[in-house]
């Protein structure tokens, strides 16, 4: 059984830094950049906690900042390993952060690299946006819409309980699906992730939900997305983790 689906869409709030916007939850992709009124999302789905605000940035500020990252970026395809065997994540990744940021998932553990200076300068906007701290980023690169994260959730302890994960997109619009651990109907909720959006993940989001980005072959154009986090060692052992983690799949919706 579902419970009631509250959601709350509200004007854009100057102390968020919202800009001009428009699409959202299932909504109207920016296919053929046209922007209507600015509308951020709150949406509570059971226990999920989820802001998406479409276009936190404008399509000028955009489209520069994701230029500017691709040349500056260097991303790789990285391996991990799932059920014992090892796998090429299907998209190209870095991980970014403070020197002791190291961040264990899917059986690998990733040595931050450096912040670079525009990342940093976002950081500290996305901060402001989601009201926390954060000392590292995951970016993803998706070359194309052959490129996809399969289900997981953001729960590894060195994130500790009840994590904040701020999610900024810029590129290719790409599907975001939201379903909770136990299959329910109704789901999986829709986001469609545009240039220059944010997505913040809050509260038990990650112990009752999966999220995942699937394989899109119509979509042609790359994508970059940064999801900025905290993580500590002083939270592992706070946190269990799972061991569902998926994302190394090609993006095809797993039933829980
Ligand atoms: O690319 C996205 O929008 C999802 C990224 C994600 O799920 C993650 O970094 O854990």
């Known amino acids: 059984?579902?419970?009631?689906?509250?959601?709350?869409?509200?004007?854009?709030?100057?102390?968020?830094?919202?800009?001009?916007?428009?699409?959202?939850?299932?909504?109207?992709?920016?296919?053929?950049?046209?922007?209507?009124?600015?509308?951020?999302?709150?949406?509570?789905?059971?226990?999920?906690?989820?802001?998406?605000?479409?276009?936190?940035?404008?399509?000028?500020?955009?489209?520069?900042?994701?230029?500017?990252?691709?040349?500056?970026?260097?991303?790789?395809?990285?391996?991990?390993?799932?059920?014992?065997?090892?796998?090429?994540?299907?998209?190209?990744?870095?991980?970014?952060?403070?020197?002791?940021?190291?961040?264990?998932?899917?059986?690998?553990?990733?040595?931050?690299?450096?912040?670079?200076?525009?990342?940093?300068?976002?950081?500290?906007?996305?901060?402001?946006?989601?009201?926390?701290?954060?000392?590292?980023?995951?970016?993803?690169?998706?070359?194309?819409?052959?490129?996809s994260m399969g289900y997981h959730a953001d729960d590894e302890p060195e994130l500790g309980p009840k994590p904040t994960i701020a999610s900024f997109s810029l590129g290719a619009t790409r599907r975001f699906l939201l379903k909770p651990r136990r299959k329910r109907s109704g789901f999986p909720r829709e986001f469609a992730l545009t240039h220059g959006s944010l997505l913040i993940m809050r509260g038990t989001t990650q112990e009752n939900f999966v999220h995942g980005v699937p394989k899109e072959p119509k979509v042609s154009g790359p994508r970059l997305n940064l999801t900025f986090r905290y993580v500590s060692r002083a939270s592992v052992g706070q946190s269990a983790g799972t061991d569902s983690d998926e994302r190394s799949t090609s993006g095809s919706i797993h039933q829980a």
Not at 4 to 23: C, D, H, Q, Y
Not at 49 to 67: K, M, T
Not at 120 to 132: K, N
Request: charged share 25%; proline share 4%.
């Open 1 to 147: 059984m579902v419970s009631p689906l509250a959601i709350e869409m509200r004007k854009a709030g100057e102390e968020r830094g919202v800009m001009s916007g428009s699409a959202g939850m299932s909504g109207p992709t920016h296919e053929g950049r046209v922007r209507s009124a600015a509308l951020s999302h709150s949406v509570m789905l059971d226990t999920a906690d989820v802001e998406f605000i479409p276009a936190w940035i404008s399509l000028q500020e955009a489209d520069a900042l994701f230029s500017c990252l691709l040349e500056r970026l260097v991303l790789k395809q990285e391996s991990i390993v799932i059920a014992g065997r090892t796998v090429l994540q299907p998209r190209l990744m870095l991980w970014m952060g403070d020197p002791d940021a190291t961040y264990r998932y899917s059986g690998r553990s990733f040595v931050p690299v450096a912040w670079d200076d525009r990342v940093i300068e976002l950081r500290s906007r996305v901060e402001r946006a989601a009201r926390q701290r954060f000392n590292s980023v995951l970016i993803n690169l998706y070359r194309n819409g052959q490129d």
